[in-house]
């Protein structure tokens, strides 16, 4: 038996040859639910199911626009290969008055198909990035409600596109249509509500008259600051001036496609001079060979083994954005799951965390604006390290602008890459793979405008984790991504302006065991999932908002092919978010596609 030991950087353990008995393959795939086998077991002819995503409420859900606007009613059927579909942008009327911008996407959809991937843009810029739900012969429905209130400067400009990209293949077996419609509601401030007060759907949620449920201020609404409420956190406290959209072209999709590692998508862009303030809003998903790239071997492994499969190139990721060829940013991005992956039976009716609001990245590219305010074009880069195909990434320049021209130099500099050590070792089919991945960063800049001298600083410190065992019919999974971003503005006297620091933290857990089924060319797959989202942004002196979403996934399923025959699953999803005014908390517990249990509460849990 041959030996294959590699070991790159720090050796953190040696090979401990077992033998494999049963293979173990390399892939993972992504699989489709067959609605014709498992619905079976169901009753029949059942009215459309309403599938979610487990998040808080908005502070305008369940209060009447004071304008809206019906953007695109779609239905996608065969599209693949198609450019996205286009209308023309209609803004609200110049009479509504709002403050909060809210786009509500819905979809319905009945039959047998994949989970797909779409993304919504008006003028280039991406406003959505969602997947859909594997339907059943029943049919399912879902909707989702995002603020896109940061995109005021451009929902508000007549005679723009708006596109949306949705690829899909209807055929004989393939029998899904999506159908789309989506809208811009407008809200005026004057009547939304705060956003933890209320569980969505109860009824005299209008008024700001209502009490907080909340333990921890015990406050009445009214004496709250509503503007502070309605408005997001730095960068988007107020919305930008100008968006640049950073993406294709549309008869190519919009978003730009990244194929290997080595493709740099560069833009060439000139900015204002009155710029004083820069954020690169990022959007990303990840497919085809690397839709599981966090569950990938190394080359090495599948080389060796003689392995078919494209799925490899080590268990690492990370999209770098550089300026003028200098790397100014990096986001290693959440493993967002979609409805066909690992286990497809544990994202009816509840999906996967971000599966129908894939989060976006910020880069603060403030402190780049000595290099970027000198009237010429610089070309902003996208690529993703150790990428193999394919992933779909684009991005949004926000850009706040003075009324006069702006001077900014940069103060300091440091953007290394990733260092990473990486230990593979394995034999034959069975193997260990861990990476360790770390960098700190610092920018920083002075930036002349008429809001006077103010000094950016921008720090971050990133640390990325991976533990890959393939040992038999296993395959586990221990994914970390943490990161701590620290933005500080001060001014000439070194008064504090904006003291926000981000913490992130992705814990990730995956284990697959695959048998060999009772029926033939079958096999019998234990999956299990956890995962958590964690988002806690500090700001000011005692102010933080927190965010914590977890979900814990056990099933067992048959599987032919790509296609799931049949099996059982239960997925429990605890998800916490606490701000200065309250708290909304949700457990749900669904077992076997039912809800068996759901709980919203108003009060903190600590
Ligand atoms: C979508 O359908 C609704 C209901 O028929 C209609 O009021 C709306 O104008 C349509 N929107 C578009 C963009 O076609
Ligand atoms: C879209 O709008 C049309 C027209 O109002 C309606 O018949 C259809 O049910 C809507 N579809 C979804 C997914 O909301
Ligand atoms: C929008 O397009 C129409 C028709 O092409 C044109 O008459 C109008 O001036 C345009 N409006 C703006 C603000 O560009
Ligand atoms: C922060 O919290 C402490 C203790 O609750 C309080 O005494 C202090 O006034 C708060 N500071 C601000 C700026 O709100
Ligand atoms: C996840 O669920 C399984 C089975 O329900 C349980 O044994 C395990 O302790 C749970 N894990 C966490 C972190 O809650
Ligand atoms: C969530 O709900 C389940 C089922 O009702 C319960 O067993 C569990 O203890 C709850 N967890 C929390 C953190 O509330």
Request: glycine residues 6%.
């Amino acid at each position: 038996m041959k030996i294959m030991v590699l070991l790159l950087f720090l050796p953190l353990f040696f090979a401990i040859p077992i033998e494999s008995s049963l293979m173990s393959s390399s892939s993972q795939p992504h699989f489709v639910r067959s609605t014709r086998n498992i619905s079976g077991n169901k009753m029949s002819a059942a009215a459309p199911q309403q599938y979610f995503e487990v998040t808080h409420p908005l502070p305008s859900d369940d209060i009447t626009p004071a304008c809206s606007v019906s953007v695109l009613n779609h239905s996608f059927g065969y599209t693949y290969g198609s450019p996205p579909v286009s209308v023309d942008y209609t803004p609200p009327p110049a009479t509504c008055e709002w403050s909060l911008a809210v786009l509500e996407f819905r979809a319905e959809c009945k039959g047998e198909q994949y989970d797909r991937i779409a993304g919504v843009w008006i003028d280039g810029v991406e406003l959505l990035r969602t997947s859909t739900a594997q339907p059943t012969e029943d049919g399912i429905f879902w909707s989702v409600r995002k603020d896109v209130t940061r995109y005021s400067s451009i929902i508000t400009k007549p005679n723009l596109t708006l596109a949306m990209m949705l690829e899909n293949i209807v055929n004989d077996e393939f029998t899904g249509v999506y159908h789309v419609n989506i809208s811009i509601l407008f809200y005026s401030d004057k009547v939304a509500r705060v956003p933890l007060s209320i569980i969505p759907g109860e009824s005299g949620a209008r008024t700001l008259n209502r009490k907080l449920i909340s333990v921890k201020t015990h406050g009445n609404v009214d004496q709250l600051d509503i503007n502070r409420v309605l408005n997001p956190l730095y960068p988007y406290d107020k919305p930008a001036d100008l968006v640049i959209p950073i993406s294709g072209a549309l008869d190519e999709g919009v978003w730009f496609r990244f194929q290997d590692e080595f493709h740099v998508q560069t833009t060439n862009v000139q900015i204002s001079q009155e710029t004083y303030k820069a954020v690169l809003e990022l959007y990303v998903s990840f497919h085809g060979d690397d839709e599981f790239w966090y569950m990938n071997p190394p080359d090495s492994y599948v080389e060796t083994n003689h392995l078919t499969t494209g799925r490899a190139h080590g268990a690492y990721r990370e999209v770098l954005v550089t300026i003028d060829g200098q790397l100014a940013g990096a986001v290693i991005p959440f493993p967002v799951i979609f409805t066909g992956g690992i286990n497809p039976l544990f994202w009816e009716p509840v999906v996967s965390i971000g599966a129908f609001d894939l989060p976006s990245y910020d880069i603060d590219l403030t402190p780049f604006l000595g290099l970027l305010l000198d009237n010429k074009k610089h070309s902003i880069g996208l690529q993703v390290a150790d990428g193999i195909s394919f992933w779909l990434i684009d991005a949004n320049l926000h850009l706040w602008l003075d009324h006069s021209n702006v001077n900014a130099e940069m103060l300091k500099y440091k953007f290394p890459s990733m260092e990473i050590q990486r230990v593979s070792e394995f034999v034959s089919l069975d193997g260990k793979f861990e990476i360790d991945g770390e960098r700190s960063s610092k920018a920083s800049a002075l930036v002349h405008s008429s809001y006077g001298i103010l000094k950016t600083k921008v720090t971050e410190k990133a640390k990325f984790k991976s533990k890959l065992k393939l040992e038999g019919t296993m395959k586990e999974l221990k994914q970390r991504i943490k990161k701590t971003t620290k933005i500080k503005i001060t001014d000439e006297i070194g008064q504090v302006i904006v003291n926000l620091e981000v913490k992130i933290n992705y814990p990730l857990k995956i284990s697959i065991d695959t048998q060999p089924g009772l029926d033939k060319g079958t096999s019998l797959m234990t999956t299990k999932v956890e995962q958590k989202r964690s988002d806690r942004f500090f700001y000011g002196v005692n102010n933080s908002r927190v965010l914590s979403h977890k979900q814990n996934c056990t099933g067992l399923m048959v599987v032919k092919g790509n296609s799931v025959l049949s099996g059982s699953s239960d997925n429990r999803q605890i998800y916490n978010y606490q701000d200065e005014f309250g708290c909304y908390s949700r457990n749900v517990t669904v077992v076997d596609g039912d809800v068996v249990a759901d709980r919203t509460l108003t009060t903190c849990v600590v």
